[in-house]
Structure formats: C-alpha cells, structure tokens
C-alpha cells in the first residue's frame, strides 16, 4: 500500500529552468510534508517542509506547494543547478498521535540538471 | 555541530550470523530513528527510541530491535540475517520525533548479506 507517491522516476531539465517535482498521497491523515535530497550512499538531506495549514513555502530556491484537496504537492526549484542533480523524495506524516519519528517515503525522482 | 554519526560504514556478513549498528544524534537530539533502504520497498521505517523507550514501530519481523542508551546513542540488531536483509540502513534523530519535526539523517549503514 504505497501511502507516499512519486510517479515519475525521472525528470531531465536544462541549468537555468525551472525543476518541478511531483507527489501524491492517499493517507488524508498526513499533515506535514518534507523533501529530502539524496545521493548515492549518503543518507537524505532535509530540503524543505510544509505543514497542512499551508499551500505554499519558500526557502531560496526551492519552493513547495500542497494542494490538500488533490493530495498533491509539488516542489519547485529554480533557477536548476547541475549541483541540483540527486534523488529527490516526497515525504508525509502525521503531525499528532502515534506518529514519532516515521516519515512515509514516495519512492523518489532522479532528477539531472544538464549545463 | 556534529551531524549523525553512524558506524560501520559498510559491513558484510553470511546468512544466519547477526549484526549491530550504532548510531550517534545530534547533540541535544533526545529521538533516534531507524530506516531501512532497498532498491524493491524504498526507506522503510524501523523504530524509534525516546528516553530509551520504543514509541513506534514499523513492519518489521522480531528479527530487527534495537536499543537506546541514555546518552540518547542508539544501537539496531539483526539477528538471524537473511539475504533480503541487504541494504543501506539510516539512523536519524530530531530533537523530540514529534511527526511535525524533520529528521536528520546519518549516512548510512551498507549491509551486505552473502
């Protein structure tokens, strides 16, 4: 039961424009959301982070945006930089209750940014 | 600040033997998490430690515990290794692992399972 997804395992873009990350989610209990970064071998990097209360946060050059009707968020990067070029993950929990220390991890995007 | 500390870096162990890793949080972090990574189930969620206490708990079989010290150090064991216990296994740590909190996470553990 994939509660967390990313459906696109891939996304190429030019140095310069805009990077756009997707991801969806089907558990309506989720109401704070995190992007991490990754590269091979190295644990995640925290990128940015949104609770339900919002529908857009900026920090730089990442911006992430959440659609709470549509269970959608997406993550927006611009200008792209090669430096940018990892694995992206779309992360979901559950700010109250039991939920301490789980994230629920999509399955991540390799996004390569071309000079 | 130091980040995560995780240690070994990598390890490589036979089926049936039994493996720990340790972990050290941030300073001041009081909640350490386990995370399990392979290419087929992506991170999957272990535990999590508070005070020495589990809170939580993922999907695993009893095979993988683990332990907390009141230093807030953290220790994962696996016993009886299968060969789909192969991955990279993440420790990280929040200040309390409330589900607002972001986690920051060590490099990892590569377990190798022959």
């Known amino acids: 039961d994939q509660q967390v997804k990313q459906n696109s395992p891939s996304l190429s873009v030019q140095e310069g424009r805009i990077s756009i990350l997707n991801c969806d989610y089907t558990?309506?209990?989720?109401?704070?959301f995190l992007w991490y970064k990754k590269y091979p071998a190295e644990g995640p990097t925290f990128l940015i982070s949104?609770?339900?209360?919002?529908d857009k946060n900026e920090d730089g050059r990442f911006t992430v945006f959440l659609n709470k009707s549509a269970k959608h968020l997406s993550l927006h990067i611009v200008p792209s930089q090669p430096g940018d070029s990892a694995v992206y993950f779309c992360?979901?929990?559950?700010?109250?209750?039991?939920?301490?220390?789980?994230?629920?991890f999509g399955q991540g995007t390799i996004l390569t940014v071309h000079p | 600040k130091a980040g995560v500390t995780q240690t070994p870096r990598y390890l490589i162990k036979t089926r049936g033997q039994q493996v720990t890793l340790s972990c050290s949080p941030i300073?001041?972090?009081?909640?350490v998490s386990w995370y399990q990574q392979t290419p087929g189930q992506g991170l999957q969620f272990l535990f999590e430690?508070?005070?020495?206490?589990?809170?939580n708990k993922g999907n695993f079989p009893g095979r993988f515990s683990g332990r907390q010290f009141s230093n807030s150090r953290s220790e994962m064991n696996v016993s009886t290794l299968e060969l789909g216990d192969s991955a990279l296994y993440l420790c990280?740590?929040?200040?309390?692992?409330?589900?607002?909190?972001?986690?920051?996470f060590g490099s990892g553990t590569q377990l190798s399972v022959l």
């Open positions: 430690y508070f005070s020495e206490t589990q809170r």
């Open positions: 949104i609770s339900s209360i919002k």
């Open positions: 300073s001041g972090h009081r909640s």
């Open positions: 558990n309506s209990m989720f109401d704070y």
């Open positions: 990280a740590s929040s200040l309390g692992g409330s589900g607002s909190e972001k986690l920051f």
């Open positions: 992360a979901a929990s559950r700010a109250g209750g039991t939920s301490y220390g789980k994230l629920t």
